[in-house]
């Protein structure tokens, strides 16, 4: 029973108008080409939810795919604002929904967990709870203290990107491990995109290391490269000067528009970008091998 | 000796940094203040990042908050959910820094909205770890440009907790920390007196008492025994040049 | 500040009369030196906690350490009852506090989180919570239906018996994590007992595999073979033929008196206990080796 | 063909699995069930263990539920907490195995005490994981030895719910899981009627219903088409005594 097809596929199959969309990946692993292939499928009145928005939903919001966004922190990471988000809110023209890091890490983890809230200690700032409904209290039974709680988010698709996986979707994560686990378990369908596709054996010589189980996984996409301008740990380095050139562009609508003719629009997928990405990023984001010290399991 | 503004915060803030003591780290000057502890007199300070990074022993000046270099000869990595719940608010960090568009007389925090909120003047990038920092971790610093814009009376909307109206009302709330203990500026470094009002503690070298309450946007207390610090060490200023930030990227 | 010492200063230090001690482990990794140095110490009026309580606390209450046990299932693993902890608790002799696998754990989690509480769906079966008034009900907020809850479980003392640590504490563990990452979260103090202590170096080549940080461990005791007759993996297998003879030896307080004299009080540490037990032994528990697949990292 | 009172439950409980189900394995019976099914008609079963196993193909006999066999060459490991949240309450489990002391006319199990709860005439193992998995697996069974004193008409202590004392009642309580759908014993399988009462569906090769109903402490209902079981294949056969179990250690 392979899951493995291809990203368009599994777009086409997965998000559909109106989905709320966790594309996960907290600054790590974020899956760009995903996102680029559903501006390309030009879907609509996506709900995009993101601890960090990033680029990727300030992409899909330039593209006319969002209608309204839940984060907890809308900046361009190391840089400063992501503009058309910013702007599109400024101007009224986007939906949002907002929380503190771990409210909406508690949200994930309500969702994954199958419960119908989380508890949080209250921080003493309550200016946010007065503008989101979704953010409670509760009294706690056995101190009678009161406490922060929060409803699961439970996305219609989560997509994560990862190093490896098996055709089953068994797939494994390390360096920053963010939500993505918390996403895909509370997710209805998730979508994985991974670096390399290995042989069930290597997935098997190492169980600790699987973050997502084939159960929970609908499809799996043989995506390389897929993360940049983030990164993969151990795979490439994150693009720092193309965040930089993000914040010029997004600073023109005109701009944004031309970039994503060039960037998304008029290619067909990833391979097609890595590539005019050229040599010289290649390059630049290429990093020298450090392994892990091995570890026994034992033949039992 | 010649220092800019930004290592002129670094270093202060640096020294309030003890040995031992685990500090959730952000990105820019926290990130460089707990660096330069580290290379002084805080040889076992342990940084912690909100991406889930334990132990993070930085090669390279690190961009964003999620850097590969973090991770790469780190301790430990865990998820978010259990760095904010299992480290942060179990009470197992020290300090935790914060900055942001607005700082009050109470030391609340605003990093979320200029205006109304629902129809903002300004949208800023809002919390992202800073709420439940500011509430949970043992001890807070705030590092900010002294500019009276930055320092009105009330902010608009309290995104990171402060001592709200007084020391009382945030003890009230049972949140496990103490709130903001100094806030670092460019001019001197203002801390709360009993009832949480950010007052002026101690000048940095040059700056002048006048000009630090024209850049304030309440009347000032001045506390009895203003100090002075001290200025930056040639030592400090070295492994921040140097070794830190040797493309002048935050320094500058 | 290295938190290296031996096990008996580790103990002596750190487990009072009276404590409240989790000596984790889901089956694997039980840390059964560190109870055997409890008994020797000759610890009074502990209550020990524990989803499975094993051997271990069965042959702490025999030693008359015990005044109340904690867990959610009593048996001897793969072989029947508890004979010693059974009979004590049909007797009148002991205290317990029972819960099922996941209100114990739940207990942990809260207690690792900081959090007064966690919630738990309803499971329809209400004896449990009849006779335990730390299983309550509340409501949830946003749906109105009603939920169960537990407290935290704050223990004075974890132990928890790891592969690989360095001198600092920063612990690592593969196979059957268990419970050992919430037990040493949510405790007071925790000591570490570790297979082998290795250099800070191999820690750092794969942060991904720490469970346990320095910052929350006190000791850090070199005990290799702790776990038996329990395993570790890929360092020894689990002894059942022990399993099934403790349910003998348990028979009489006779016996188990004697084995105690022979294999705990008449021994100074683990050492000589794993040197008692014989190359036939030590031949049958051997594991081949089975090694992961390395990981890379990347130097940045 | 002969075979054992246990050969035959085993084969019976391997059947009622599909291919593609994930079902929650205890050591004994049910893990030989599972790896039977596996072997057969359901290549595809995902076996998972409360010790947080997840995908385990274990290449001996399991001894106890946290047998290091399951780990190696499992697909996933992760935490109790995580197996019981993320796996079993989040819906992700398809078919539980459950077993007990007692179990009762509407299915319910009792595993906790025989006798008053804080004055035991026998104090039993307690739930385990079992309390859960009653309530939260898709489809459950149970497999035990018939025999009228582990059939009372009612349990002393409800460790795991069965259907409460109707259907109508376990769904008040808005339990994921459908609860009991099959006991498999050495004589029959019972299957719930409408109102969740267990009643004879189906006699294994010589019982007849006497002789369950002798064994079953409630005047038991028969179902109208009463089925009769294939008794276990040569095939069925010959993977338990000599792949799965060759020791003969519970097929005995």
Known sequence: MTKLCSLQEAVNTFVKDGSLLYAAGFTHLIPFSAAHEIIRQEKRNLTVARATPDLIYDMMTAAGCVSKVIFSYMGNPGVGSLRILRSAIEAGELEWEEYSHFGMISRLQAGAAGLPFMPMNQTAATSLEQVNHNIRRMTDPFTNKEVIVVPPLNPDVAIIHVQRADQYGNAQIWGILGEQKEAAFAAQHVIITAEEIVDEKVIRSDPNRTMIPSIIVDAVCLEPFSAHPSYTQGYYDRDNPFYLKWDQISETREEVKQWLHEWVYDLKDRQQYWQKLGEEAHQRLHVKPAFSSPINYGEY | ?252
């Open chain 2, 1 to 252: 000796m010649d220092y800019t503004k930004s290592e002129l915060m670094t270093v202060n803030a640096a020294r309030l940094l003890r040995d031992g003591d685990v500090v959730f780290v952000g990105v820019g000057l926290p990130n460089l203040a707990c660096n330069l502890a580290r290379r002084t007199h805080a040889p076992n300070l342990v940084m912690i990042y909100e991406a889930g990074v334990i132990g993070a022993r930085p090669a390279r000046l690190p961009l964003s908050i999620g850097d590969p270099t973090l991770v790469s000869g780190a301790t430990a990595v865990c998820s978010m959910y259990d760095i904010f719940s299992f480290y942060l608010q179990r009470g197992n960090v020290d300090v935790g820094f914060l900055g942001g568009a607005q700082i009050d007389r109470f030391g609340n925090i605003n990093a979320t909205v200029i205006g109304d909120y629902d129809h903002p003047k300004t949208r800023l990038p809002g919390s992202g770890g800073s709420m439940e920092i500011a509430g949970w971790a043992n001890r807070c610093y705030i590092m900010t440009p002294h500019q009276k814009r930055r320092f009105p009376e009330k902010v608009d909307f309290i995104t990171s907790a402060g001592f709200l109206s007084n020391r009382a009302e945030r003890e009230k709330t049972g949140v496990r920390g103490k709130g903001p203990l100094g806030v670092v500026t460019n001019l001197c470094i203002l801390e709360p007196d009993e009832k949480g009002e950010l007052s002026l503690a101690a000048l940095h070298p040059g700056a002048t008492v006048e000009q630090v309450k024209e850049n304030t946007g309440w009347p000032l207390k001045v506390f009895d025994h203003l100090r002075q610090t001290e200025p930056p060490t040639s030592d400090e200023l070295r492994i921040l040049r140097q070794e830190l930030d040797p493309d002048g990227i935050y320094i500058k």
